[in-house]
Every structure is written in structure tokens, then in C-alpha cells.
């Protein structure tokens, strides 16, 4: 179990490398950052100054390990827009992306898995066939447009939820969350809900084709030739099977939503991780952008073990065979 | 029949698919009985219906396909026309269920242990603990050597044969009184077919199971069935005691599958091949379905469809016999 870590670990490195050599090559050929460092006023003895300050100066390999060295001990310089550590304004930041992406992964999870069996299960009835008209529109409907929407409804038409910022938040340590408080959960529910919905529908419609899928294979006809109740047939021995698949893409999806909360944080003016993402774009606040660049990367790889991982816990077949071989 | 019921009664069996282009009939007017403990061999070319019959009797014909006409009973009551949460209860239960390919019966998620042990608590009032000792119990009596280390395993980390042998353990373990054996050997390596027709002889006689067994080896018919249906094109060309219908059949059909025979000392191995393809479901002739292949076809065998007429030892739908005779005159 252990060797198989590592060896995933030792795997993925090659990738994070690459996404450090991209954001780093930021730093060499986008913007001028003495430049927008200094503004408009400035002499060629502070240029100068803080070319060295900032080891620009150095080969470019030199410059790249050095920010290698750095970035592994979470230290990604100072922000050019707002002159504070990177390290600062991401730990600051993470908790509300986190929490917002958790919540709408939970909701597309513990929606669409019941609502994809359902569908699977009794495909001919009206209510599967609504869902089914229902998850085209989240699927098709851009994810602005429908934060736009519900703002619109919820805040503007019926006043009942707020359209924007994270409401009260409470610290915990360095962590600041919104699920303490009355307001944070209210604020919640509209972004959390934008983000999620896209991954909702998809989870619903995988869920309901493998679903039809497993539900025509032998071993599920064989269960019911055993008479073995409805229940275990459907969730003992169909959802089970439909698990590997659902676990792909559940995975790879929860690495998206945090990847794209930049639409709706943007959206929600929520103060996470993608806004400051994208107000960092605006102004080529370069340190910044290379720290999420590697910190998303970062997360993509662990999701993606996590992911091997529970294929093992599922799936028998995974788990024997290594060291016998013999199938 | 001694006045009794037999165990399991088919009558008149009519299986319907609703299609875009008309309804197909897939079984038309299928009948016949099994008594407790017998075997029923059913053979017939590909298409022929066998599996459908199977499927029928246990209550699971694949949507759309369903029971258009007819009846089915068991011990004299009709499970044709149940709730599923009934029939559910009578399957596994009442009736087993063998699959063809071993390697597709078994669910990959769980131990066999797991799947005999819910098997047994479904239909049997015994704990888990006790289900868990029988399953070992099973596994030992299907011939999978140290059961009670093998229990835990999953139907991967078995072969091919040995997994044929867990599914007959899954299909007896609630002691049901009617097998339906569709092609049990079909998809194992020939090496090991006789072997798992031997386990399943023995374990039905034993147990006292009758069996209703699809097969496209007449050597294992010969060996196995106490009678033989022969079907063709859904319905039933003719059904009777193994040695009858093997050795000197009435049915041209019959007579054409065994026809080509070798010399008494070579064994039936497969199903001869006759001139021509059985009709598909939508193009199936008028008058007697097998007329435009027989060769014994006559002028009433386009007009008018035989049902089973007695026709010596065995019963045949075929004109021939329409004398009453029974005269066996092919
Ligand atoms: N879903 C379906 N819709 C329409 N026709 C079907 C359907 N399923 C099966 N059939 C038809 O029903 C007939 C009987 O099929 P069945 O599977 O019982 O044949 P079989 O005798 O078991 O053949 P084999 O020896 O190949 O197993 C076939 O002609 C088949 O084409
Ligand atoms: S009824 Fe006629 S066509 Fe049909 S099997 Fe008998 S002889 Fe042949
Ligand atoms: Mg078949």
C-alpha cells in the first residue's frame, strides 16, 4: 500500500515540475514587475536596486531553483499588487474557496447520485423525465448566467439571500468560516449552488448511464434470479458497481470546481481564492498567479491519488493480482 | 402423473415482443410438465425460444417482452400472473437459476461467501452466522477444495469452472425443487464440462431437484434428461423420453438434428446441422414453421399449424401424425 503511494507520488512529480517551469516562465516573460513596482517615479540606482532585490539578475536556472526551493516551503514572494506575502493572501483567501467548493461538491453529490438512480431506475416516469429536461439546463446554461439568475430571483426579485461577500465569518485558528454563522450559510447557498449545479447535472446523468448499464449485466440478472429483494439488487450490487466511474469523475470534477470557483466568486464578488486570482490577471500581479497555478496542480495530484485510492477500497480486482499475477 | 400435480406445469405459454414494426411472438402455445426430481432436457438451434422459456418461468423476460397468453404452475398455482415482490420470493427459493457464462454470474464486488450468505438470509430464517457455516458447507459440497479458506474470496480469484461451481452452490443454497439450467457448460473449457454436468446430476438427484436443462450437447442430454423437448421457432416440434426422441424421433425436425448421427460407436458431440436457417421471429412461414425445410412437407404442412399430436413414445407437432395412429411413418 505504502510503495503504491509513493510510486503515485513519485508519478506526479514530473507534472507539478512542469506547471512550477510555466508559472515561473511567467515571471520571465509576462509584464515588467519592476516596473509596475516602481509606478512612474523612479531612478536608475533604485531600478537597479531592485532588479537584485528581486534576483532578477541571476541565469534563468538559477532563478528557477531558487523559486523551486521556495515555493516547496510555501514561500512565494510578495505580491506586486498589494506588496504582502503571496503565502499571506492565499491562507487568507483558501478557507472561503474551500468551504464554497466543498459545499457545492456536496450538493451536486448528494443530489445527483439519488437523482441519477432514480432516473436509471424508473426511466419511463414523468419525474425522470423532468430531471432529465433539467439537467440539460445545467448543463447548457453558462455558469454566470445562471449565478446571474438566481441573483437576480433570490436577491433583487424576493430579497431573501444575499448577493454577494461571504457574510459573517468566524476564525478558527488561521481558518475563517461561514458555516458558523447564520448569515455565512445564507451567503452560501446562491454561489454554492452556481458552482455545483453544472456538476450536479453531469454526476446525475454518468449515474443514470452506468446505472442502465450495470442494471443489463449478468450478475445483476443473476441477483434477481436469486430473489434477492429490490433494494439489494439496486444499491447492494448496481450502485456499487457504477462506483468506479462516479468516483473518476466525481474526483477530476472536485479539482474543477475549485479550479473554476473563478467564475462564480467573480460573480458573487466572493473572497476566495479565484477572485484574487483573477484581480491578480488584471494588474500581472505575477507571484500571485504562479502560487495558484501550482497550488490548483498541487490539489489536481492529490485528488487524483485520493482517487486510486478508493478504487482500491472498491474494487477487489485492484487490490489482488499484484503479486500473484495470475488472473 | 399419478393423478398429482406436477411440479411445474407450462401450458399454452405465449411470449409476445412489442415492437416499432409489430409484435413479435417469440413462444407460441408452448406446453409441457416437469415432475418433481425429473430432468428436462430442452434442445433446439439457436433462437429456438429455450433461454425465453427459461426466462419465462422465472419471471424474468426482459422487458418488453412479456406473458401474453398461457399459464405457468408451480405445485398447481399459477406464478404467471404475480406481483413481482412475490415471484421475487419464489425465485432463488422455489426456483434456481444456473446462467450460461460463470464469468458474468457473479457480482466482482463481493466474496462468494457474501453472495451465498445473502442468498440463504433472503429466503431462510437463519442468521448470518449461521448461513456463513452453510455457505462453506456449499462450497465444500460443489467441490471447491478448503472451503473455509476460500469463502472470503472474490469470483476472480477463481477459474472459470470453479466460479460454475459457486453458481450451482448460489442457485441450490435455498434448496429449491426446480433448477433452470440454461447452457450451464457452454462458456467452460470442454475439459471441465463434463465434470460440472456430473456435480449438477448428482447434487439434483440427490437433493431431490428437478431441473429444466438447456443444452446444445446431445451427449450430455443422453446422459442427463429423463425427457427431451425439442424446440423450433418458439414453439415445441416435439417432447418425450430421452431414448425415444434420441434414437428413433418422430419429428422430421428431430430427426434432422439427430439425423446426421455417426455410427452407434461414436458419441453425439453437437447438434447436426440441417439445410437452411430457422425463421427469424418476424418471418415465421404459415402453416407448419419448419415446411420450407422439411422434407417430408406436404400439402396441409403450408395451410394449417400441427400442435403436439401423440406420435408413439413421444408427442410431435406434425402432420404425419394426424392419423392418430401414432404411427411412426418417417
Ligand atoms: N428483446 C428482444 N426483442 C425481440 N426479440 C427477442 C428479444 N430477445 C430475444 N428475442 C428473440 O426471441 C427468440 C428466442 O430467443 P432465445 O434467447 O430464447 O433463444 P435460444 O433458444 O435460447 O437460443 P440460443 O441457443 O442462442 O441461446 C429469438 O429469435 C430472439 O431473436
Ligand atoms: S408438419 Fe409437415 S412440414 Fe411440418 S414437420 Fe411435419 S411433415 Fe414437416
Ligand atoms: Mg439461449
Redesign the pocket.
Known sequence: MFAFILSRVLQSLPVLFTVALISFAMFAYVGDPVAIMLGQDFTEAQRQALVKDLGLDQPFWVQFATFLGNAVQGEFGLSYRLSRPVADLIAERAPATLELALTAATLALLIGVPMGVYTGLYRNSWLSRFFLTFSLVGVSLPTFLIGILLILVFAVWLGVLPSFGRGDTVKIGWWSTGFLTWTGIKALILPSITLGLFQLTLIMRLVRAEMLEVLRVDYIKFARARGLPNRAVHFGHALKNTLVPVITIVGLQLGAIIAFAIVTETVFQWPGMGLLFIQSVNQADIPVMAAYLLLISALFVTINLIVDLLYYAVDPRLRIGRGQGAH | MSGQNPLLEVRHLRVE?P?RRGT?V?LDDVSFTIAAGEVLGVV??????????GAAIIGLL?P??RIAGGEIRLDGKRIDNLRYEDMRRIRGKDIGAIFQDPLTTLNPLYTVGRQLAETMTTHLPITPAEARKRAIGWLDLVGIPAAAQRIDSYPHEFSGGMRQRVVIALALCAEPRLIVA??PTTALDVSIQAQIIALLKSLAREKGTAMML?T?DMGVIAETADRVAV?YA?RIAEIGPVRNVVKQASHPYTVGLMGSIPPLDRRVERLAQIDGAMP??SAIPKGCAYNPRCPKSFARCAQDRPDLLPAGPTQAACWLYADGEGAKNV
Open positions: 415482443f415492437t413479435l417469440a433446439g438451434e439457436s433462437g429456438a425460444g429455450k433461454s425465453m422459456t426482459e418488453p417482452g440454461d447452457e438447456v446444445h424446440m418458439g427469424r421471429l
